[in-house]
């Protein structure tokens, strides 16, 4: 709708994983380095957490995409962790182009053969499970007794990707063997500052076809920021309505004004759950405004007794008070 308005070839911010979009902040950096690592020297376990909406799966794609194009790599993504251990291997199997699971056993045989193929031919299977903290704690095993397959091959590497949560169900009884096997481990946070929103709102128009890549003024930046806690699900979101906001109103540069209006539009979006402190942000709670006037009075406290102490000569009212205290 807007788009022919700002010079935009399409919606330079769409919520879906896109590695075209990809911005490539200084985390998104490491945890795209700790990928790469873990794949070429072929450790056999990694884990990549971040909370929801920071950029796992887009960086993640990015990355996949990056491992097909290489000879000596096979990937096998799994974007649904809710399948059963049979259907896993099923998957599993019609990826490596195995016969059709039926024993087990027989699967597990033909994959170690696969493996040690693998290894004699300086190639790596690298199986990645997204979302992994809803994935069962069956499947989860299954993954380190995979691993336990690879033991003396280096051709097996499995990412297990996933929101904090998985670290915890990792903590279980059940799945102590595989908490062990997790040599590495990174934690993709939001951005750090709106200088690195400015850089993900510029790469993202350039690459929606715009030549104009000021669409945001400082303040509206620094609106953005402070609304979406640096997230780029939630940047994407505000900005989107912002930039329609601000095509209504004929203007070609969006500000803070329109920032603020539009974050009211969707602040059941930014105040959900993990957000809620936005919304005490805005508008303080009738209990955070107690808490507020009772530290202001704590810190008046001592300078009003210091006061009535030096005046009480002069008032006779503090001079009988403080004298009958001593």
Not at 123 to 132: M, N, Q, R
Not at 143 to 148: E, M, T
Request: charged residues 25%; neutral net charge.
């Amino acid at each position: 709708m807007y788009y022919k308005f700002f010079g935009l070839k399409r919606n330079p911010f769409d919520i879906h994983p896109d590695p075209k979009f990809l911005y490539l902040s200084e985390k998104h950096r490491e945890a795209l380095s700790h990928l790469s690592y873990c794949v070429m020297l072929q450790k056999p376990f990694l884990l990549l957490t971040g909370d929801i909406g920071v950029g796992k799966t887009t960086i993640l794609n990015y990355f996949i995409a990056s491992l097909r194009k290489k000879k000596n790599i096979i990937v096998v993504p799994f974007f649904n962790p809710r399948l059963s251990v049979k259907e896993f291997y099923t998957v599993l199997a019609s990826e490596l182009k195995l016969p059709t699971i039926g024993k087990k056993a027989v699967f597990l045989l033909n994959f170690r053969q696969i493996l040690q193929k693998l290894a004699q031919e300086g190639k790596t299977l690298v199986l990645i499970i997204d979302e992994g903290q809803a994935a069962s704690i069956e499947l989860l095993e299954e993954l380190r007794l995979l691993s336990n397959l690879a033991e003396g091959e280096t051709s097996l590497v499995i990412i297990l990707v996933g929101q904090p949560e998985i670290e915890k169900k990792l903590a279980c009884e059940e799945l102590y063997a595989l908490k062990q096997r997790i040599t590495y481990k990174y934690h993709l946070g939001p951005f750090e500052s709106p200088e690195d929103v400015s850089q993900y709102l510029i790469t993202r128009i350039l690459r929606a076809g715009s030549p104009k890549t000021r669409l945001f003024n400082e303040e509206a930046i620094e609106a953005l920021y402070r609304y979406s806690r640096g997230i780029p699900r939630l940047i994407n979101i505000l900005a989107d309505h912002a930039l329609l906001a601000a095509f209504l109103k004929e203007q070609t540069v969006v500000d803070a004004q329109i920032i603020e209006e539009s974050a009211k539009e969707i602040d059941h979006i930014l105040s959900h759950e993990n957000n809620e402190h936005l919304a005490t942000d805005r508008k303080a709670t009738p209990s955070s405004r107690s808490r507020q006037l009772i530290l202001i009075f704590l810190i008046l406290l001592p300078i009003i007794i210091v006061l009535c102490w030096i005046f009480r000569e002069k008032i006779p009212f503090l001079e009988e008070l403080f004298g009958q205290a001593y």
